[in-house]
């Protein structure tokens, strides 16, 4: 069946550098991606919309410059966390919808920032 | 904006009971959905309900949604402790497609053998 999947499944990177994690759909091809971040026992909150060959949007309150997305191909979305700080830490879900709106969700990203 | 809410927040049952929990949703949404996530993982699809008075049923879970009442319930029956985990309902956007969710706050179920 279709696959979402995130890379690392978890990172460890000290405060003030970068960190890339990756999403891809195995099975389908997605102009559409979505991240999420959930902290330790909270519910999932959206960050983002990844538009394959356009610029994402941004929930309202997250910060884009600190954010990056890149939606490069139609299989993979890309977020990278700069000059990640401790509250950074989180974990982090992509999703992608197939062509019959079926959501498939990555195994998420474990980010820990010291 | 819309809003999910969930309660119980927290729930601890004895194995062999039955149980509901209860999503309301603020605004009109096509799709309802339910997620189990156990820690340190994703998410596990488990229920897409799509229309009013839908009723979708996998072992001993039972979901349902009023569209109406903007009204989702989980019902766990005869609970097994492989029960426990998160629970989570989440709607789509309003004019905005159906891939793009609002999650509920999420409902901690607990089995006590």
């Known amino acids: 069946g279709a696959v979402v999947s995130q890379h690392p499944s978890w990172v460890i990177c000290k405060s003030g550098t970068s960190v890339k994690i990756e999403c891809r759909s195995l099975?389908?091809?997605?102009?559409?991606m979505f991240w999420y971040r959930q902290f330790p026992k909270q519910s999932l909150m959206l960050m983002a919309t990844?538009?394959?060959?356009?610029?994402?949007?941004?929930e309202q309150g997250v910060e884009k410059d600190k954010f990056l997305i890149n939606h490069a191909s139609l299989t993979l979305s890309t977020l990278t966390v700069t000059s990640a700080h401790p509250e950074d830490s989180s974990f982090y879900i992509c999703?992608?919808?197939?062509?019959?709106?079926?959501?498939?969700f990555g195994e998420g990203s474990w980010l820990t920032v010291v | 904006e819309l809003k999910v809410e969930q309660n119980p927040l927290f729930l601890s049952m004895q194995e062999g009971k039955n149980y509901t929990i209860y999503c309301n949703y603020s605004?009109?949404?096509?799709?309802l959905y339910w997620y189990r996530q156990d820690p340190g993982k994703s998410l596990e699809s488990l229920f897409v309900?799509?229309?009013?008075?839908a009723v979708k049923q996998e072992g001993r879970l039972m979901a349902s949604l009023d569209t109406k009442a903007r009204l989702s319930t989980l019902h766990i029956t005869a609970a097994v402790h492989d029960l426990s985990a998160t629970y989570f309902c989440?709607?789509?956007?309003?004019?905005?497609?159906?891939?793009?969710?609002?999650f509920g706050t999420g409902t901690r179920l607990t089995i006590i053998p």
């Open positions: 989440a709607v789509d956007r309003p004019n905005f497609g159906n891939e793009k969710l609002t």
């Open positions: 099975d389908f091809q997605a102009t559409t």
């Open positions: 309900l799509l229309s009013n008075g």
């Open positions: 605004t009109t949404s096509d799709r």
């Open positions: 999703s992608a919808a197939d062509s019959g709106n079926t959501i498939y």
């Open positions: 990844s538009n394959e060959g356009s610029k994402a949007t941004y």
